[in-house]
């Protein structure tokens, strides 16, 4: 098989070869990346000769048959993504909740395909759910607005501010869950291409092992981790009415669920990457082709792109979660420090700081999956494969396969595995350590300020 491109051409040429693919892609498919076509271009088994056939072997004749008819299959044919889109089948129960709590009113609406329409039955319930519970929003939210407009202390003032804040992730639902429906479903849709590509390239159907059981542990768990936490504040805090957690079951549970979908999504990503570094490693050592090679390049530039679309599509989601654990975390961290050496409480950690450590660990936690998740999964793009492509022995190879060898590693440098929120943030460890830096230095003005106001109003 020739090769596309001479390895020294100019590095703008080397950007043009990446989106070079001869498969024409539907017109709506365009705006997402023309990586995700069907590789066409490197499935050139459509021309076998019948006559070449029949003159091989019985066992090359069936994998050479096979190869044909995977060649056939196209990303465009429902029917065919619905068979090896293992992944939907795996995490079904995950968006079918998301429905029930109003938040993703996405659909399968035909085999292979996601859709969001503001006309469908779940967008029609995801709106009539979100009012409803919109009612008893406000009539908790003005009991805990009077606490805070009335309180004098210290302590129920920090208490009121929390509980504010955790009714303010209700009134995003519409802008950070029904906006951005559309591109989630492109981006769940771009899944199932993804997995009738990996079949055609590498033979066999992308797994996840084990997925379907933990997803249903982890969605029971976000269930009963909001209903533990909830009773658990209103124990341990004081004016905190047990009636007033109805109207909170539902966000925390939600913003469980997106933690939780965040985790799923990322380990889905990484499971692929480690399953396709290890049928790439399989085949170039029985077979160092430049056909090969290319292909692989390709799956793993659709697999980036997979990975880089996670964020995009999720951008406005989790950019406003992050938010909300930031100001959750500074506050909770705060009431509880001036709690503790508070001179009427001595050094003693009571109910009501106990109430804010548990919001703390709860913030913490859940920043610290979204982080950890991320790096994870970018780490396990490009690491399996990079090792491959650096085993090889290229006395054996020949000239088009090294060609090839040095165009995948230039995609893997220009084209870095990142999980990015729309440009703004890049999701990684490094923003945990960056946000728990921005959280220190608020905490430190804040704790400054109150005992410049101690001290001046025991002087006074």
Known sequence: MRSFINIYLPLDNIFKMYSVLEEK????NINFDLLRSDLKVNLKVDNIN??????????????????????RLNSSDGDAVEIHDQFYRDHKLLLILFRVLAVMPILRSEPGRITFSWRSIATIY??????????????????????????TQFDEYIYAIIFVIYLVPHFWIPFVGWGVATEVAKYKTSWGAFQLRYFRVTGTSLQFPRLKSLIVVISV??????????????????????WHTLAYYHIITMINMNCALWYINSRAIKTASYSMAL????????????????????LWLNLSELLQSLGNAYA????????????????????????????????????????LIVDVVYCCTLLFIFCDCSHNATLGVAKGIQKTLLSINLLKADLEAKNEIDLFIVAIEMNPAIVSLKGYVTVNRELLSGSIGMITVY??????????????????
């Not at 909770?332 to 109430?355: L, N, Q, R």
């Open 50 to 71: 019948k006559h070449k056939i029949n003159s091989m072997d019985l066992i090359v004749q069936e994998k050479e048959y096979e190869r044909f008819e995977r060649s």
């Open 126 to 151: 995801a709106i009539i759910f979100w009012c409803f519970m919109t009612v008893v929003v406000i009539i908790v939210g003005k009991e805990r607005i009077h606490i805070l407009q009335t309180t």
């Open 279 to 298: 049928c790439f490693r399989k085949e170039v050592m029985k077979d160092c082709s430049a056909s090969i090679i290319s292909k692989y390049r390709f």
């Open 443 to 460: 905490l430190l003005v804040l704790i400054q300020f109150k005992f410049s106001l101690d001290k001046s109003t025991t002087n006074v």
């Open 316 to 355: 406005r989601t989790y950019s406003t979660l992050c938010i909300f654990i930031f100001v959750n975390i500074v506050i909770a961290v705060y009431g509880a420090f001036a709690e503790i050496v508070d001179h009427k409480h001595g050094y003693t950690i009571s109910y009501k700081e106990a109430g």
């Open 221 to 242: 768990g976000c269930l009963l981790c909001a209903i533990l936490f909830l009773l658990c504040l209103s124990f341990l805090l004081e004016g905190y009415p047990l």
């Open 25 to 28: 892609v539907a017109a709506e």
